[in-house]
């Protein structure tokens, strides 16, 4: 008994010298050892978060065996935090898209996706400002919309991609989905029109998918499309505002950061649902918030200026513009989500006239010996329209988006932009029914250099006088200069001549 007693009162001794040592540790299993942090509740939602975007984390769960063991003193109290923190934290929580999902999209996509060249303009010597072009039409699709879908698809749990997606819109997103779908090995489905162009028909199966037409009109394909999602568990996806595919394409605003430095601001289109404005203002201003961003839209169609005036995103518009000219500058409809961050970040707006847009497109064959369709042309655009003054002597970089056009509509635009930027005239002139008359017009065209590309000679005309014929001519200039000399050379010798407005 004694000696049990001095064994107690050891026991004790040890205890009580221990407890003065790690009077705020708990002795587990009687071990001494370091309190283990405690998860922040919030932190939990990270978890969940994770699981969403990614489908191979897998929660497991944990059983305890046994009686749980008896906590020998009392948890801490909580630290208080400050105002400041407590302010950041909420903040941070309640941000529908933070730069960490832009930045943990570009390092998932990085091994896949080809950093696009950010090359200085020949134009900048001509508008007074240092261009640089982010040339996004260089994707293996012609679009921006690529980083968008590369992300969204990753991002899917593996028993939806091992089901399939499927689309129903002819648009540069349906034509990421088809091309990336299938490298990653994922059923892809595109629902077509009967009436849709053989070419871009044979251009999706090109990229991959499994094209069906169905239908005499889109929304005949799109409720087709969603039918056959709900028999065969296909996930029916359509360009939208959420987090996944906005941080996708929020990571050609990094990419731009970091290819041209010192840079004063950045345009970007402003069309569609405004994700790919909403993105990459959201990577830029967190990298350096004195960076201006501008949107540029199509006067005819002004969805985010109307809804920035409304206070409120508008879904559409009245007027119904040319949408095969403009394509994803007017679908889809602004997004809730993109506008309210677009609403936030943004600097500045401005819309261009369809006729500005040709001529930039026009300009980028010259200068730039590429051919882009309206999305990526309505960026340089604002900048030829004379809208963006204040960013002269600056450093600036536009945001090409796309070059998917048909090349029939491409030669009309082309057409049209040669006339609109005066480098194709169309003038007629009463010239006397004499030997000679013809060749002396003539002359003086081949003398101030001009390329005669059509003639009428009309000799037969009731508003005309007997001896007098009536000649049209469409010619080709250099530039406006050549032009506008050419005009004052025929207006001195020809008091009958008559210029065709633009």
Not at 57 to 63: A, M, N
Request: aromatic share 6%; with cysteine.
């Amino acid at each position: 008994m004694k000696d049990e007693g001095e064994r107690l009162g050891a026991s004790e001794q040890s205890r009580s010298h221990t407890d003065g040592k790690y009077k705020d540790c708990p002795v587990p299993n009687g071990c001494l050892s370091r309190r283990p942090t405690p998860i922040h509740p919030e932190r939990l939602k990270d978890f969940g978060e994770e699981e969403y975007l990614n489908g191979d984390v897998k929660t497991w769960e944990t059983k305890v065996a046994g009686d749980p063991e008896p906590q020998l003193l009392s948890p801490p109290k909580p630290v208080k935090k400050k105002d400041s923190d407590a302010k950041t934290t909420t903040k941070t929580q309640n941000e529908y898209l933070r730069f960490e999902d832009i930045s943990a999209a570009a390092f998932k996509i990085q091994s896949t996706m080809q950093k696009t060249p950010c090359t200085y303009s020949r134009l900048s010597k001509q508008y007074g400002m240092e261009i640089f072009l982010k040339k996004e039409h260089l994707h293996y699709t012609g679009s921006v919309k690529e980083r968008g879908v590369l992300y969204l698809l990753t991002s899917l749990k593996q028993e939806q991609q091992k089901k399939g997606v499927i689309v129903a819109t002819d648009s540069n997103f349906s034509m990421a989905v088809a091309h990336h779908a299938s490298n990653l090995r994922i059923p892809a489905f595109v629902i077509m029109p009967a009436s849709s162009s053989p070419s871009r028909l044979r251009m999706y199966r090109d990229f991959g998918a499994m094209v069906i037409s169905y239908g005499s009109t889109y929304h005949d394909s799109q409720n087709h499309a969603r039918h056959l999602a709900k028999e065969n568990n296909y996930l029916y996806l359509e360009e939208d505002d959420s987090a996944v595919y906005i941080a996708g394409l929020g990571t050609v605003g990094m990419e731009i950061y970091e290819q041209v430095p010192k840079l004063d601001a950045v345009i970007v289109p402003a069309g569609g649902e405004c994700g790919l404005l909403a993105g990459t203002a959201a990577a830029l201003k967190h990298l350096n918030p004195s960076v201006s961003v501008i949107g540029v839209e199509p006067q005819d169609y002004p969805l985010l200026l109307q809804s920035l005036k409304n206070d409120f995103p508008v879904k559409e518009l009245y007027n119904s513009p040319n949408r095969k000219l403009y394509g994803d500058l007017v679908d889809p409809p602004l997004g809730s989500r993109t506008f309210q961050l677009a609403k936030r970040l943004v600097d500045k707006v401005v819309s261009v006239r369809e006729e500005d847009v040709l001529v930039a497109m026009l300009k980028f064959q010259e200068y730039e010996k590429t051919t882009v369709d309206t999305g990526g042309a309505i960026g340089l655009a604002a900048i030829l329209a004379g809208q963006l003054t204040e960013l002269k002597g600056k450093r600036v970089a536009v945001l090409i988006s796309s070059a998917n056009m048909e090349l029939g509509l491409v030669r009309q635009c082309v057409e049209r932009a040669l006339v609109l930027d005066d480098q194709v005239s169309r003038f007629s002139v009463q010239l006397g029914d004499w030997p000679g008359d013809m060749a002396k017009l003539l002359d003086i065209l081949a003398r101030e250099d001009v390329r005669l590309l059509d003639v009428c000679h009309r000799r037969h005309n009731d508003s005309s006088d007997l001896f007098k014929t009536q000649v049209e001519c469409v010619v080709e200039t250099r530039d406006r200069t050549l032009s506008a000399h050419l005009r004052n050379v025929l207006s001195e010798r020809y008091p009958t001549l008559r210029w065709q407005e633009r």
